[in-house]
């Protein structure tokens, strides 16, 4: 058995960052070296990038785009309610289901009506597959297009503002390379990449929408039977067919972000290898996980027991992995969606 205190680590609450850094390319990176190198560890600038990868490394980067999926909707006596939507998919409009998070839900009950303006939808109970989720159908208007007009960025609980999100947000909390909607938080690894950098690296793109369920601490006395809820990925038979192929030849697999790495080797644990794919993926990968496609990750740090801290130590090694926190808090880096990161 292992537990989650098995990745758990000490972080100053000054170090957790509460916005980005100026501009992308200025956070920190920490490069760590190979196991039994000297040094362990070389601090860096994220644009130095391209300078610690193979020359014939491939770069996964996961392309989902941030839907502003906290949305603040009436329902009986007026009482406002704050959903985060789970699984923000265009075209769900009358007669569709979505699940949320909300805040305020002990006061539903089946058949109460939320709406705004020209939204509506109603509370059906909860969520049959995640129990911190309830179950809603649209009765009127679409889904995605009113997230978009009067939902909000879903920033992480950690980022503690009065103000809340501001304008900023809507550019810094989305990679410059996001393109297909449904997630409700960042692929935070690849918020620090400018188009200079992206330039110099041969690079594939395939899709993870980021559920919440994603940043949940692992409070199973065995890290085994933490689950996380399952994401929609898309895996496309072009980016299948040139990631197996960089393997045939030797080359070296990087992946940006957790997330990447969830969506192939969840992919390449059900078929064996990487094969394209659509559909729900739930994998969380464990010490015990046998990486398939990963040979190299950028990261940004994670929460203590979280399972994406685990998912990094598990390819890095966790007293590996570990000591370079402990470097990262006495060099000061800044954590979390808004912080720096790492290349293990």
């Known amino acids: ?46 644009r130095d990038l391209p300078r610690f990868l193979p020359p014939a490394a491939l770069v996964v980067l996961n392309d989902s785009k941030v839907v502003p999926a906290r949305v603040y909707l009436r329902g009986p006596g007026a009482r406002r309610f704050e959903l985060l939507v789970c699984d923000p998919r265009p075209g769900l409009g009358v007669g569709g289901r979505f699940s949320a998070w909300v805040r305020g839900a002990r006061h539903l009950r089946p058949g109460d009506r939320l709406d705004d303006l020209d939204f509506t939808c109603i509370y059906i109970g909860p969520d049959p597959v995640d129990p911190r989720a309830r179950g809603f159908e649209v009765v009127a208007g679409e889904l995605l297009p009113t997230l978009h007009r009067v939902g909000e960025t879903p920033l992480p609980p950690y980022i503690r503002r009065e103000a809340g999100p501001d304008a900023r947000d809507l550019e810094r909390y989305q ?39 994603t940043f949940l601490p692992m409070e199973a006395a065995d890290v085994r039977d933490h689950r996380v809820g399952a994401e929609r990925a898309e895996i496309s038979d072009a980016a299948a067919t040139r990631i197996r192929a960089a393997r045939a030849d030797g080359r070296p697999i990087v992946a940006i972000g957790t ?69 990262a808090v006495r060099a000061g880096y800044r954590f979390y969606s808004y912080g720096d990161c790492m290349l293990v």
């Open 259 to 327: 997330t990447a790495t969830r969506a192939l080797e969840a992919v390449a644990a059900m078929h064996g290898e990487l094969v394209p794919y659509s559909g729900p993926v739930d994998l969380v990968i464990t010490p015990e996980h046998r990486f398939r496609v990963v040979d190299r990750l950028v990261t940004n740090f994670h929460l203590p027991r979280s399972s994406l801290l685990m998912l990094v130590c598990s390819l890095g090694g966790r007293e590996r992995v570990l000591a370079g926190y402990r470097e």
């Open 175 to 213: 990679t410059l390379y996001a393109a297909q909607p449904g997630s409700v938080a960042a692929p935070t690894a690849g918020l620090h990449w400018e188009p200079e950098v992206l330039a110099r690296l041969d690079l594939v793109r395939i899709t993870l929408h980021v559920g919440p369920g």
């Open 1 to 46: 058995m292992i537990g989650p205190e098995a990745f758990d680590f000490d972080l100053p609450a000054a170090q957790i960052a509460q916005h980005p850094a100026e501009r992308r390319g200025d956070a920190r990176m920490l490069v760590l070296g190979d196991p039994g190198a000297a040094p362990a560890w070389v601090h860096a600038a994220a």
